[in-house]
């Protein structure tokens, strides 16, 4: 099930065996029959950790999220909470165990693992809610980092872009910093440490701190990553408002991909029986598809330009037909063994094609709209500095049509950063259109994004220079046989995408683009960790033994959360014959325009004026 994670270059799946082995030693210490009560936004990362089946053979024999309430009845003689450090879930904790206390049922013991470690504040407050002495074990479940695939592990902390922008509180910089600290405990000292922006200094700084508070008792294995490149998410607020164009970028902006399923209308996966009853013989229930590189035709398709995808389709439809048509040539007894033995992987061959064909004739329902095509040829004029300094006709049409805010606000934050910020008169007729017609209620809202950056004053014009620099527009880009990562949007290149691919040149790094780093926002990093001798030789013994061209191996972290479009650029830069390096990515969150703007979005609650009196 989970074999994707060993086939890259690094083995993820030794991260994942050993969250897998701590989570059962938590529940081995729970004695008994177990009913576990999960906090909503760990229920999905944590089936890419355990599934049920190995929870059952650990007495797990329940599982419930956790919410206000009684508990469901259980005859369990354990009660396992696990959660995130959340002062609100303390108090739904506190209630589930107090009613379930004075109950009539059987007495249970009480557990309680944070995730991905406990705060004195949640003990304070449990303590407060009068049930900290209730629980028998209160400790951490110390998993930091979800494997997603072979090249891609995300922390899935949705709030963490928002934490240090908005209230500047940094706890999930250090819990970045510990998290690079396990991958170092796994895969070795990382030897270079790259990065740019304030928060990957912070990062920089708590991880060379905690190397130096070992004081040397780490564990020695032969280092298999060469360097590491922290990027603040705020050294590129454009690329994750822009439309991502490839075929995986598309499904998570039209649907939303959360933890690697996506749940789709039912109709286009209707069986042949169902199609032949009608309407009223399709199921209502959403159709859940997992998406990972452990399916091939996925695998092939997923970074690709979704232009390019229906004839990759058209391919694979014409080669199954093709194994099928076999049959027939089949004649012989050792022939016909031959194509039996074939066949379970030409069905499921064939079924993966009528997944990806429903989704592609899903998804191109959306981009052939009107409305997608003049939201993007808007966005694509933004990213080319066209018509960023003045009220743009296209968004305020958004307004007066009261289109989605999300829809809006996507807009004008990228024609802000296009423009590295608005004039004062633009600002504010932005502001308050907004205000008229989508309700006062949002005003925090837009007071939110202008402490992220997202909206601004103008200041010194500097994405000109960057755009040309760093050459962010390539004209006339091949979206069927790309040769450039500005692929992934049609045209553009996303600024963290450049810095990795310009730090792995060889003998240059950074030093060629001197100039237009200056302009990018915080400051840079370059370290050099210290690696015991022992293991330098070892390293220069097995370089030795291997091709003077195998590729250098850099981890690309995002500090505030990356977009399906800027991995598979990486991963195209990966794939290249002349790339002297291949990328792993690691984040905070795996977003996308809505995505990132929900969670900076705080709309006032309305009170009824009759509530009031």
């Not at 400790?139 to 891609?152: R, V």
């Not at 022939?335 to 993966?352: G, N, T």
């Not at 504010?428 to 309700?439: C, L, P, R, V, W």
């Amino acid at each position: 099930m989970f074999s994707h994670l060993s086939s890259g270059k690094l083995n993820f799946s030794i991260l994942k065996e050993s969250a897998r082995r701590e989570l059962l030693e938590c529940l081995d210490r729970c004695v008994g029959t177990k009913a576990l009560i999960w906090d909503d936004n760990l229920t999905g990362p944590f089936g890419l950790i355990a599934e049920y089946a190995l929870l059952k053979e650990h007495d797990v024999t329940r599982m419930f999220p956790l919410k206000p309430g009684h508990l469901p009845q259980t005859t369990v003689q354990n009660v396992v909470f696990f959660c995130r450090p959340r002062l609100a879930l303390m108090e739904l904790i506190a209630e589930n165990v107090l009613k379930e206390e004075a109950g009539a049922g059987s007495k249970k013991e009480f557990h309680v693992f944070f995730v991905p470690r406990k705060t004195l504040l949640c003990e304070r407050k449990l303590k407060e809610l009068g049930v900290y002495g209730t629980f028998a074990t209160i400790d951490d479940y110390s998993l930091e980092m979800y494997p997603y695939d072979s090249d891609l592990l995300s922390m899935e902390m949705e709030d963490s872009f928002k934490d240090c922008t908005l209230y500047e509180d940094y706890t999930s910089l250090y819990d970045c910093a510990k998290a690079l600290m396990t991958v170092q405990a796994l895969y070795g000292v990382i030897p270079y440490i790259h990065g740019k922006g304030q928060h990957a200094k912070h990062v920089c700084d708590m991880v060379l701190r905690m190397r130096l508070e070992l004081g040397g008792t780490e564990v020695q294995i032969v280092p298999q990553i060469d360097s590491l490149l922290l990027l603040d998410r705020s050294v590129d607020l454009l690329t994750p408002l822009a439309t991502q164009l490839t075929y995986e970028g598309l499904i998570d902006e039209i649907f939303g991909i959360n933890h690697t399923i996506v749940q789709l209308p039912p109709e286009k996966f209707a069986s042949s029986s169902e199609a032949q009853g009608g309407a009223s013989a399709f199921s209502t229930e959403l159709r859940k598809i997992v998406l990972n590189s452990g399916e091939e035709l996925y695998a092939e398709i997923r970074d690709k330009n979704f232009n390019a995808v229906g004839q990759v389709l058209s391919r694979k439809a014409k080669a199954i037909s093709a194994q099928f048509e076999e049959r027939h040539g089949a004649k012989t007894v050792g022939e016909i063994k031959k194509f039996v033995s074939k066949l379970p992987y030409i069905q499921a061959a064939k079924e993966s094609l009528g997944n990806h064909t429903s989704i592609a004739e899903l998804v191109k329902e959306v981009t052939d709209s009107s409305e997608f095509v003049g939201c993007l040829h808007t966005q694509q004029e933004f990213m080319n500095g066209v018509d960023t300094d003045k009220v743009h006709p296209y968004v305020e049409d958004c307004i007066s049509k009261q289109d989605p805010l999300t829809k809006v606000l996507r807009l004008l934050c990228m024609q802000c950063a296009a423009n590295n910020g608005f004039k004062p008169k633009v600002m504010e007729f932005y502001k308050q259109e907004i205000i008229q017609t989508y309700g006062f209620q949002h005003a925090i809202t837009l007071n939110n994004l202008e402490k992220a950056g997202l909206l601004r004053v103008q200041g010194n014009k500097t994405y000109p220079a960057l755009r040309k620099g760093l050459r962010l527009i390539v004209e006339d880009v091949s979206e069927q046989n790309p040769t450039d990562a500005s692929y992934v949007y049609s045209g553009y290149a996303p600024v963290t995408v450049r810095l990795a691919q310009f730090l792995a040149r060889p003998g240059q790094g950074w030093r060629s683009v001197e100039n237009v780093m200056d302009l990018i926002p915080g400051p840079k990093i370059e370290v050099a960790q210290e690696i015991p001798a022992g293991l330098k030789k070892k390293r220069s013994s097995v370089s030795s033994l291997q091709s003077d061209e195998e590729k250098k191996l850099m981890l690309v972290f995002f500090l505030g959360g990356v977009t399906y479009a800027e991995i598979a650029a990486l991963r195209f830069l990966s794939h290249q014959d002349d790339s002297t390096t291949e990328y792993i990515i690691a984040t905070t969150k795996i977003i996308n325009g809505d995505s990132w703007l929900n969670s900076l979005m705080e709309p006032m609650q309305l009170v009824p004026i009759a509530e009031m009196q």
